[in-house]
């Protein structure tokens, strides 16, 4: 049985936010990933089970294609290719979900929007430190995704019997894809009572898998042996790994977004390596992906030196300067932060 987690006064408010609001808009962070995609999608075919005028998915800028086989991704609408249609379905808005981010900052060009915008907030994620910028604050970072967050608000709502299989199919791509495919934050025996209730809707785990991770094109395949072969550091004596991409080595290799999802996780699979970081250089900022094992909390260290956070296991940051002086902060943060310090004694 699925334990209760969620504050039954916050789930009241949620019930009653539902039950009064006739135009509602979920939105969720830059550069959506599997879970913001599936938490979104997942809560968007839950609420089209209610009698609603209006029901909206946005994001700020596209997602990628391996995602876009998932139910619903169609409808969901991209504010950077459609930023007045956007933003006037924000300020429309009775109900706004804020799902997969904890500071208004990750919604990028939107964010002046979903602060302007009167309609009631609602924040469904699971990064630690929640800005307060929402009505309702539903923010549990012992969870493995929003996906997962998702699942037991609705079940907490009573309306488990309403899940269909199309809703399913996206809570758990959003929960495997930000598990490493159930391979970290993963040690929890409520995320697999979940998983068999997901199964139970109808829904093909493996087939997932398959769109998730082994339906990639050419470019993508050859930019990882590149990243393998050429690119990839090693640095034996802190257990780390380090590897760093150019706009013209990703425009070479035909870049689209997504290209590089899952790379920074590759090099943990060297015998000794707990932290792997990948630089990857955009037009005014360098964004690194950080992943570790163990002991070892690169969302610390993402915070200390990049400006980011997330959760101890995976994280993320981000950096203005050249992509040679966002190196060298983080080799000089190796020497600070070396993960040879939290080994379990």
Not at 72 to 88: C, H, K, L, N, S
Not at 311 to 316: I, P, V
Not at 326 to 342: I, Q, R, S, T, Y
């Amino acid at each position: 049985m699925l334990s209760k987690v969620i504050d039954s006064d916050k789930i009241h408010k949620l019930k009653t936010y539902i039950d009064k609001g006739d135009k509602f808009v979920i939105v969720s962070h830059e550069l959506p990933d599997g879970d913001a995609i599936g938490s979104s999608l997942g809560l968007y075919h839950y609420l089209s089970s209610y009698d609603k005028k209006s029901i909206k998915v946005i994001v700020p800028n596209n997602f990628p294609t391996f995602l876009k086989w998932m139910p619903g991704a169609r409808e969901i609408v991209v504010y950077e290719q459609y930023p007045d249609f956007a933003t006037q379905l924000v300020n429309e808005a009775d109900v706004l979900f804020c799902l997969d981010f904890n500071a208004v900052k990750r919604v990028g060009k939107m964010a002046s929007a979903v602060i302007a915008s009167d309609a009631r907030r609602v924040m469904i994620d699971h990064h630690p430190g929640p800005e307060d910028f929402c009505k309702v604050v539903i923010s549990y970072p012992e969870m493995s995704s929003t996906s997962e967050l998702v699942f037991r608000i609705i079940c907490a709502l009573g309306d488990n019997d309403t899940i269909e299989k199309e809703a399913a199919e996206c809570i758990y791509t959003g929960m495997m894809t930000d598990t490493g495919s159930f391979s970290y934050s993963a040690n929890n025996a409520g995320i697999y009572i979940i998983i068999s209730e997901l199964i139970k809707k109808g829904i093909h785990v493996d087939e997932i898998y398959r769109k998730v991770n082994q339906v990639h094109s050419e470019s993508r395949l050859r930019l990882m042996g590149y990243v393998l072969y050429e690119k990839m550091k090693i640095y034996p004596g802190k257990k780390t790994a380090m590897f760093m991409l150019t706009q013209e080595e990703l425009n070479r290799f035909k870049y689209k977004s997504g290209d590089t999802e899952g790379f920074v996780n590759l090099p943990l699979s060297i015998d000794g390596i707990c932290f792997s970081v990948f630089l990857r250089e955009e037009t005014n900022l360098i964004k690194l992906s950080l992943r570790s094992t163990g002991d070892f909390p690169c969302n610390k260290f993402a915070a200390t030196y990049f400006n980011g956070g997330g959760h101890k296991n995976a994280s993320g940051g981000e950096f203005y300067g050249t992509l040679e002086a966002a190196v060298k902060v983080f080799e000089d943060g190796l020497m600070h932060f070396n993960p040879n310090n939290f080994e379990k004694s």
